[in-house]
């Protein structure tokens, strides 16, 4: 088929370290997923989501953090994408959130990683869920986003 590509880049030990292609590492973020993390979302529609939430974060559109995304729920903002994190640990702590959602018809999915999450937000710390909102600024690329995370097929 094709070669495997792999780039060089130093470690903060100073030594080369090789990263591995996208397949690759979508593979290994996969694999710490938990039981309930349905409907996830695939590996270019998880790149549009992150897109849109640099995009929000820039706009502060974006409501982060389980207790503000509860009281963002219960006040009644249901126009925007709920994401959540597929690893987070002990699932308990968001395991109430997708049944919030389906009451309240917000479109929801997961995604791999809690720290690709918060990166995303331009955070160094991990992200266990948030939601992000319409704005003009990238209204096209929401849409698109929010209408594929709808299409998604819900766990039975």
Known sequence: MG????EKRKSEG???VEEK?????WIEKTKYLSPISKPLAPRKLTKRLYKVIRKA???KNIVSGIKFVQ???RKGDHNGI???AGD???IDVISHIPVLCEENQIPYCYVPSKTDLGAACGNRRSMSLLI???NKDYEELFEECKSEVENLPMPV
């Open 132 to 134: 992000v909102k319409p």
């Open 71 to 73: 009281k963002s729920i």
């Open 14 to 16: 100073g030594e080369e």
């Open 3 to 6: 070669k495997e590509k792999k």
């Open 88 to 90: 987070v640990s002990p």
């Open 82 to 84: 709920m994401i959540l």
């Open 21 to 25: 292609d996208g397949k690759e590492a």
């Open 57 to 59: 974060q820039s706009k």
